[in-house]
């Protein structure tokens, strides 16, 4: 308590007015008189002089006393004390000041708020509330209120505060003047801390704010308009019952004056409250909408008033009053359309407290997440998120309810339950707070299904980088091939059968040939190959094909054909089609068991409206001929069925299997624009199917047939032939076996070489051989070129990818094409066929 007995700079008392002076004067005078008239003549002159003086020096004492408080008045000074007691057992912080800067009074709390001890730290409030502009404008209104002798009241706001280790203050500050008899004009300051109060209204705020969020969707109206009648907030609902377009609202484009009909936008307005008070009326009025019609509602009118009594921004619901429906049901009705809305959501909602137990879901987040639901535990919903995500899930939702804003989503795997494979989702958290207390809202995507199409694709651009590497390889290995052929057929000619040496030339040949089919298989994954489709009838296919097909399988194994009636006509490489019947056969040979198995062929023709039935989402609509090749054998694991596709993936032993056999399959029937499918249960077999599309033969388009043996060809010629290929080997084999055959042959090793040579040669030159990559130049360009200049020579281009690959880069006219590796007879018969 602070000291009463302190000198009187900032503590003094009732000092005594005249009529206490004239009582103690009277007193002397009064006694002096009564002693002088009862005191003999004689002595009573010089005696009543004496003790009048006497007791005119005890008046004086007596004023003295009373003037500096040892003599009072009993009934006054007890009231002064029961006073200063009440004021120095206030909270708020109290001073006392007569004129502008004499201090006569202050409480324990605003000595607190100086930060002083003793009364030589007090400061005057326009000294302790000295800072920034604002707070020194406010100080100054109440300097002058008090100075007015008028009551006044203001909120600053002062960082740092005076007391405590907050960033921000707010002070409610008070003057209003006091009456005291014979003083100078005295003013009563009253200092209270009023940051709680402040801090509860933001609260309020934010919590409004999250309810307009909710409320955006809702099945009922709703919007929000500051004091001056403009609209800063309006609903989906209510913006569709108005006509209104939301771009339109919020930007100060519409006022209550736009939407209320009749000028009832007065009864909105008119709503007044008290400082700090909310205040909600329930009105029924028109809305206009943007055609000009009415719509009959009833409002729930909320305004919230701050605490120097001025309105804030409404909050107001709208419920629609058409006529015919019952107010009461329509709020019911909405309550339940909404829960239907929440609960139907393909998205997972939950609300959670502090101990990440959940206090609200929806449907969705059941079924994503059950064990979120079940666990009496703290943090039950990481229990549905494998132990290598929860840590960050733990974080994001700690980052929730600290309040902090942007918490980036976490993508997490989910607990695999009853051997049901992994899923995962993708989180996202978000600060909330019900009644009061501080919580926060987990949304959840299931995003299992997106994982695998990522998956997928990620796998798709691996398949793609391998095969153009394949194609790559291929492509050059073809051009060795090429030279080991030809050369090999260069010596054959020159070397008879009883030669020692043709044995191994054929040998050499041989092996050659079984290396090109080697790189067919990697262009049949990297779909480069070089197809020459024909009209073909499966069924004839397939039936020369079996007994080849039951040799390759052994006398255990049986291979039983079924044909379909009427099948339709398909295109295709007869020779890429074997090969792919003959690799699956082999396959399902290797599945079965050593007691052997059956092989079934079937063929049948499918209509556009039977695709749907076989379950295969990339399965086009359209007619086509179902081959399937099934077995019985020991079948494929799950994990295995998803890789048998990739190159190079194999099960079988080191050595006994390239993994480039189904590879083929794919790119073949891919190339072909067919589609292929496998299926298979452990321990009861595999079956694949193959859908190629019908083709309709036109005008004198026939299948395929064997050809007919024919005479013995002459393979010799003339003309002038430029052949161009950067490859030495290749084009050193092509011009010795040309020249050998009567034509006379110009090399050139690249496109701009050829064209020197042209430019040179003119009109002489009556076909032009070339590659298709070379450096500088290459085949296409050239061609390009060569028609600019008038150059009228045949073309035909040598590759070792499939005309396809490189169609797109060709510019139009008449060319020939001949595949890489080629043999000597190959190219002959190609040189020949295009001089005619």
Not at 158 to 175: F, H, K, N, Q, S
Not at 231 to 254: C, E, H, P, R
Not at 444 to 463: P, W, Y
Request: glycine letters at 8%; aromatic letters at 8%.
């Amino acid at each position: 308590m602070t000291d009463r007995t302190a000198p009187p700079a900032y503590d003094r008392t009732e000092r005594p007015g005249n009529v206490g002076l004239v009582l103690a004067l009277a007193i002397a005078l009064v006694g002096s008189i009564v002693v002088a008239s009862l005191l003999p003549a004689p002595v009573a002159p010089k005696f009543a002089v004496g003790l009048l003086a006497l007791l005119a020096v005890a008046g004086v004492f007596c004023a003295f006393a009373y003037a500096v408080g040892f003599l009072r008045f009993p009934g006054r000074s007890a009231r002064l004390d029961i006073a200063r007691q009440i004021a120095d057992s206030f909270s708020e912080g109290l001073l006392v000041t007569e004129g502008d800067t004499q201090i006569v009074y202050a409480n324990d709390a605003y000595l607190e708020l100086c930060g002083s001890r003793d009364p030589a730290g007090l400061l005057t409030v326009e000294r302790l509330f000295s800072g920034p502009a604002e707070v020194s404008e406010a100080i100054y209104r109440l300097a002058q209120a008090a100075r007015a002798r008028r009551a006044h009241v203001e909120d600053v706001r002062l960082v740092p505060p005076l007391t405590g280790d907050a960033e921000v203050g707010w002070y409610r500050i008070r003057v209003r003047p006091l009456e005291r008899d014979g003083a100078r004009h005295t003013n009563l300051w009253t200092v209270v801390d009023a940051t709680a109060d402040r801090q509860r209204q933001e609260n309020v705020f934010q919590e409004l704010q999250h309810a307009i969020d909710f409320l955006d969707h809702a099945p009922a109206g709703f919007f929000s308009a500051g004091p001056d009648g403009a609209i800063s907030y309006m609903n989906k609902t209510l913006a569709g019952w108005l006509g209104y377009d939301l771009t339109q609202v919020g930007s100060g484009g519409v006022s209550l004056a736009d939407i209320v009909a009749n000028n009832g936008s007065t009864l909105l307005t008119a709503i007044t409250g008290g400082s700090g008070e909310v205040r909600t009326a329930q009105i029924d009025l028109d809305l206009k909408r943007r055609n000009g019609r009415s719509l009959p509602v009833r409002l729930l009118h909320r305004v919230a008033f701050g605490q120097d009594g001025a309105p804030g921004a409404s909050r107001t619901l709208v419920l629609n009053r058409t006529a015919g429906e019952e107010p009461e049901e329509d709020l019911r009705a909405a309550e339940v359309r909404f829960a239907r809305f929440f609960n139907s959501t393909p998205m997972a909602i939950a609300a959670i407290d502090p101990d990440g137990k959940v206090t609200r879901s929806n449907a969705a987040f059941a079924k994503l997440l059950p064990q979120a639901l079940k666990g009496a535990a703290a943090w039950p919903v990481l229990a549905s998120v494998v132990e290598r995500d929860r840590a960050a899930l733990k974080e994001a939702i700690a980052a929730a309810l600290d309040n902090r804003g942007d918490v980036p989503p976490i993508d997490a795997a989910l607990q695999e339950e009853d051997g049901l494979p992994t899923r995962s989702a993708r989180f996202f958290v978000a600060p909330s707070e019900d009644a009061g207390k501080k919580g926060a809202t987990i949304y959840a995507l299931d995003t299992t299904e997106h994982r695998k199409l990522q998956e997928g694709f990620a796998q798709s651009q691996k398949m793609q980088a391998v095969g153009q590497l394949a194609g790559g390889v291929a492509h050059d290995f073809n051009n060795m091939l090429t030279a080991i052929i030809g050369y090999s057929d260069l010596l054959l000619a020159n070397h008879r059968p009883t030669d020692p040496s043709f044995q191994d030339i054929i040998q050499i040949k041989q092996t050659a040939n079984r290396a090109a089919g080697l790189t067919r298989q990697l262009l049949a994954f990297s779909r480069r190959q070089t197809l020459r489709p024909q009209v073909l009838q499966l069924g004839d296919v397939l039936s020369e094909l079996q007994l080849l097909l039951r040799r390759l399988v052994g006398e255990k194994v049986e291979v039983d054909l079924k044909h379909g009636r009427d099948l339709w006509f398909v295109k295709a490489d007869i020779n890429q089609f074997e090969q792919v019947i003959i690799n699956l056969v082999v396959n399902a040979r290797d599945a079965m068991p050593e007691s052997g198995g059956r092989i079934q062929l079937r063929t049948r023709n499918v209509a556009a409206g039977e695709c749907a039935a076989f379950g295969e989402a990339s399965l086009t609509p359209a007619e086509y001929v179902l081959i399937e090749v099934e077995d019985n054998g020991a079948g494929i694991a799950p994990d295995v069925m998803a890789k048998i596709f990739e190159p190079f993936f194999t099960t079988k032993e080191v050595g006994k299997g390239t993994g480039l056999g189904l590879s083929m399959v794919f790119g073949i029937v891919k190339q072909s624009g067919g589609f292929v499918f496998p299926a298979s249960e452990l321990g009861r077999g595999t079956v694949f199917r193959i859908f190629l599309p019908r083709h309709v033969p036109e005008v004198g388009e026939v299948a395929a047939k064997p050809e007919a043996a024919k005479p013995a060809a002459d393979y010799t010629g003339q003309g002038t032939i430029l052949l161009v290929e950067d490859e030495d080997a290749v084009r050193a084999f092509a011009a010795r076996a040309l020249g050998s055959r009567g034509y006379k042959v110009m090399e050139a090793a690249s496109g701009l070489e050829a064209l020197e040579v042209v430019e040179r040669e003119g009109q002489r030159i009556d076909l032009i051989v070339s590659d298709v990559v070379m450096p500088e130049m290459d085949g296409p360009a050239m061609f390009a070129e060569l028609r600019k200049r008038g150059v009228t020579a045949k073309v035909v281009f040598v590759s070792g990818y499939a005309e396809e690959a490189f169609a797109k880069n060709l510019p139009e006219g008449d060319f020939g094409f001949l595949p890489k590796p080629f043999s000597l007879k190959q190219l002959i018969e190609t040189v020949k066929a295009s001089l005619g």
